[in-house]
């Protein structure tokens, strides 16, 4: 599978983005998703994770309950909205597949997305 991630850009304190990460090929059910990011000199951080049927989700808690992660296995995608954007959350947004676990660590994952970056501003 190939990932293709969209959706980032610059978007005020308090606002929204919805971030999407288009998977080709036709075994998109065969991998569990998550997004991390990574700010600037910072390492990559997990952000959230679903599981392969999306019936079970994952969040750091620093975005608990302002972004929610979902796919739509018909699309083969999965989208990550968030709201309540705070200048913290400003960095690089990467998707993520893995066929074996659920990608809440970054370390030996097995496909990445490109990065889209979102900037939030104060």
């Known amino acids: 599978v190939q990932l293709q991630a969209s959706g980032g850009g610059l978007v005020q304190a308090g606002g929204s983005l919805r971030l999407s990460c288009a998977a080709s090929g036709r075994t998109f059910t065969s991998y569990a998703m998550g997004w991390f990011r990574q700010a600037p000199g910072k390492e990559r951080e997990f952000v959230a994770a679903i599981s392969w049927g999306g019936g079970n989700t994952y969040y750091a808690d620093s975005v608990k309950g302002r972004f929610t992660i979902s796919r739509d296995n018909a699309k083969n995608t999965v989208y990550l909205q968030m709201n309540s954007l705070k200048p913290e959350d400003t960095a690089v947004y990467y998707c993520?597949?893995?066929?074996?676990?659920?990608?809440?660590?970054?370390?030996?994952?097995?496909?990445w997305g490109q990065g889209t970056q979102v900037t939030v501003s104060s």
């Open positions: 993520a597949a893995d066929s074996k676990t659920i990608p809440r660590s970054y370390r030996n994952l097995e496909v």
